[in-house]
């Protein structure tokens, strides 16, 4: 910054000091050069935080489009909903698995295959068949919990309300660079102007000068006062331009951390229901598990003496044996 | 049995004791009646042993056919061969279910839902995935020890040779008894043809001591020498019967001793092969438990600000912060 007013310096008298560009301005956005200026700090140090590296605008993948880093941040949280719901959609997979698994040891349970066995081989192979049928009522109830304790929450997690959250962000965020864009052209306008009225000063200064017209001194005064209120257009432009880019990088630093915060809930919630999932499935094996216990029980009090008893009784023709004839 | 031969007696003097009738014949085989002769014990007592209870013959359940006890222990013995195969089978839909529960668990595994989750989540996520092509590897092994330990045996145990040993039992002991009826036919006949000397010899004394017809006494001796020797006949046919009789016993003790052991061993075999069911019940739960152990293990270990760390590195857009324009 000069301390003197631009527009009343000859633009001859400034261009013999050496102008060193320091700063660029893409896209309506002033950064510092490489290797100029003060040195920055992160914000937020060792915390890799969306508000340290999301400044600039990039390229999107297929080079077409202009991307800001906000936008990119913004994407993250969407793809983030939709992953959400491809994990519902999993895991609703996994519940029609179960239920086909379930309704099919259910039916063979109902089989009367073997059932003329009797005794306590019999007895064994009744609960046998009967296991099935729990085993399916322990699948169906992990399916049921799978629905309500982790496909549900998946699907109504940050519901409808989220997206059109993100879209006022969006809107803002988008809003303030469009100010910014607007106060970048009206700098450039009066840069511009600026520079046509310091042209005009010089040139009706050498003409007079070289008493080449008939222009006077009350021309150049003239001429020379509006090349400084130019000037003082020109830093009020400026002016507003920084405090609209300051009041843009304000935002962007609340909303980033915003969104920062909005990812780390979204992995710890998905991590917690996902943990719920790996519950279930310890449960369920366990559940299982216990429903061979009574299988086993039977099986080891098979009795073959017991059950010759049992079905010599049902079925004995006769215990009196044969004698010899007599004559 | 009386001490002096049948056919010496006659009749006329025999029916002067009563004679009180003590045993009976069904079937051609002979019993004692209810309350005479000496009480009989068990043969193996308090074992429900099939040589105890079978001795006689009854209808079918249908009342139209003759059984006998022994074909009531052989029929027990098929109908065991034929409800091992309906085990087998029930095993084969058993461990159909199961493949067809691995076929659908592995497909889902293979899901691209939500590949795109990132970082420590998206491990978390992979292996949740993942852990489902290894819950399907364990219910697969389930079912192929299913069929190599439990239901081919069962289809196998006992094969071809089984209902040809039992045909060859029933054979045995049907031909005894066919040969029991015979001897017993030969007793009837024998029992008539010494009814009619009796006659004959009675009428031919009567006839003669009423002086009827020019018989001499020479005829009465060549009848009672029939009379004798149809006594004689009568007594081998009778020795014959219960030597048949004895064998006939014999054989039924032996062969219904047999029947029971290959029906202690069937069950026992059976009991075997459903705990080792039970088992592979109890393996397959406790593989799939920890088949969620490495998810577990990866979902405490999800990490936003490590996820927040990858990811900002990864899309980045810039640094560099806004500063103020200059004029």
Redesign the interface.
């Known amino acids: ?2 301390k003197q007013p ?1 527009g009343s310096v000859s633009p001859a008298k400034r261009q013999i000091k050496e102008v060193k560009e ?2 660029i ?1 893409i896209n309506c ?4 050069l490489p290797g100029e ?1 003060p040195e ?1 700090q ?2 937020k140090p060792d ?4 508000c ?7 390229k999107d993948p297929q080079g077409t489009t202009l991307v ?2 906000f936008e ?1 941040l913004l994407q ?1 949280q969407l ?1 983030g909903k939709q ?2 719901k ?2 519902a ?2 895991i609703h ?2 519940i029609k ?1 179960e239920e ?2 379930a309704k ?2 259910s039916k ?1 349970s109902l ?1 009367p ?2 059932a ?2 009797e005794g306590t ?1 019999g007895e ?2 009744t609960q ?2 009967k296991s ?1 049928h729990d085993e399916a009522e322990v699948h169906l109830k992990f399916s049921n919990k799978l629905h309500t304790e982790v496909e549900k929450p998946l699907l109504t997690f940050r519901g409808d309300n989220f997206k059109k959250d993100l879209k006022k962000y969006d809107h803002h965020i988008a809003d303030l660079r469009k100010q910014l864009a607007s106060r970048y052209a009206s ?1 450039e306008k009066a840069r511009k102007a600026l520079a046509d009225r310091q042209k005009d000063l010089e040139v009706k200064t050498q003409q007079l000068e070289i008493k080449l017209s008939n222009k006077t001194e009350e021309d150049i005064k003239k001429a020379r006062r509006k090349s400084t209120q130019a000037g003082d257009d ?2 009020r432009c ?1 002016d507003l ?2 405090q609209t ?2 009041k843009w ?1 304000e935002e962007m630093v609340t909303t980033s951390m915003e969104l ?1 915060k909005l ?2 809930e979204r ?2 919630w ?2 917690q229901h ?2 719920q ?2 519950t279930l ?2 449960e369920t ?2 559940f ?2 216990s429903m ?1 216990e009574p ?2 029980q039977l ?2 009090n ?1 009795d ?2 017991k ?3 049992l ?3 049902e ?13």
């Open positions: 910054m000069h631009p320091t700063k301005t956005v002033t950064f510092p200026g920055q992160l914000l915390e890799w935080s969306y340290d590296y999301f400044w600039t605008d990039r800001t880093g990119v993250k793809k992953l959400q491809e994990m959609e999993f997979e996994r698995i086909e698994y099919n040891l063979l089989s295959l073997a003329q066995e081989l064994a192979w046998l068949k099935l700098v020109l830093m400026v331009y920084n880019q300051s990088f920062e990812e780390v992995i710890e998905i991590q996902l943990r999932y790996t499935r310890h094996d366990m299982n598990q061979v299988v086993d099986l080891q098979v073959p003496a059950d010759r008893e079905w010599v009784k079925n004995k023709t006769g215990d009196v044996r044969p004698v010899d004839m007599d004559i």
